[in-house]
């Protein structure tokens, strides 16, 4: 059975700090992929990230960071000095070998709020 | 950048009326996926769809629902019969073909079942 698990309902940080949006995992395949959508209030879903479960480099993309860590189950994601427009929800999501096509299995999303 | 789009943006229906949400997936994207997300909660799987055919299915999709490719771009979910508990956002997605394996999503259609 596949499982996400973001614990973290909501968030509130001041604008420029710090923030870490926790995932955890659970999956009986041994390839899997990982991954990180943002939900703005306009309600798209837009993908930010992928990790394939061979791949444990964390990963920088500007003030947006990735800690997969694979003896925890674990995919957390941090914002590095929060904006405004860093304001959505969140979601982590997982896919495994057993699925076809690879459908995707949410987490139920971490609303994170960015005051200025 | 060419992206998924998704028609209408908003769909008002009466209950037990069929709706037909539509889709036209990235153009070299063989792989198509519906998703649907009740307001405030997760974002669920319905469907997958390659090669005119259904992949994988939820439990949530069930006699109620059907997909379909009725040319070469357009991908549409069917609701025959809708009821209140149908109500959300539904996600089109589509996925390429090459070892990069992201969906990418459509804007979404919003569905309000009175």
């Known amino acids: 059975a596949q499982k996400v698990t973001q614990v973290q309902t909501e968030i509130s940080v001041v604008e420029k700090e710090d923030v870490t949006l926790d995932c955890v995992y659970e999956?009986?395949?041994?390839?899997?992929?990982l991954f990180w959508y943002k939900q703005p209030p306009s309600g798209e879903l837009v993908f930010l990230i992928r990790r394939n479960s061979f791949d444990e480099q964390n990963e920088i993309s500007g003030r947006y960071s990735w800690n997969f860590q694979k003896s925890t189950s674990s995919f957390n994601f941090t914002i590095t000095a929060s904006q405004v427009v860093d304001s959505a929800v969140y979601f982590c999501a997982l896919s495994g070998r057993g699925s076809t096509l690879g459908r995707l299995y949410f987490g139920r999303g971490t609303q994170l709020t960015v005051w200025p | 950048e060419p992206e998924v789009t998704q028609t209408p943006s908003h769909q008002v229906t009466q209950m037990g009326q069929e709706v037909i949400l539509r889709c036209v997936p990235i153009s070299n994207h063989l792989y198509f996926y519906w998703y649907r997300q009740i307001l405030g909660q997760k974002v669920e799987f319905l469907v997958s769809?390659?090669?005119?055919?259904?992949?994988?299915k939820s439990e949530i999709f069930d006699d109620q629902f059907s997909v379909e490719r009725p040319d070469g771009s357009n991908f549409t979910l069917k609701i025959r019969s809708t009821k209140l508990e149908d109500s959300a956002m539904y996600f089109c997605?589509?996925?390429?073909?090459?070892?990069?394996?992201?969906?990418?999503f459509g804007p979404g259609t919003r569905l309000t079942v009175l």
């Open positions: 999956t009986r395949d041994t390839t899997y992929y």
């Open positions: 769809f390659y090669n005119n055919e259904i992949s994988e």
């Open positions: 997605a589509s996925r390429g073909t090459s070892g990069r394996n992201e969906q990418f």
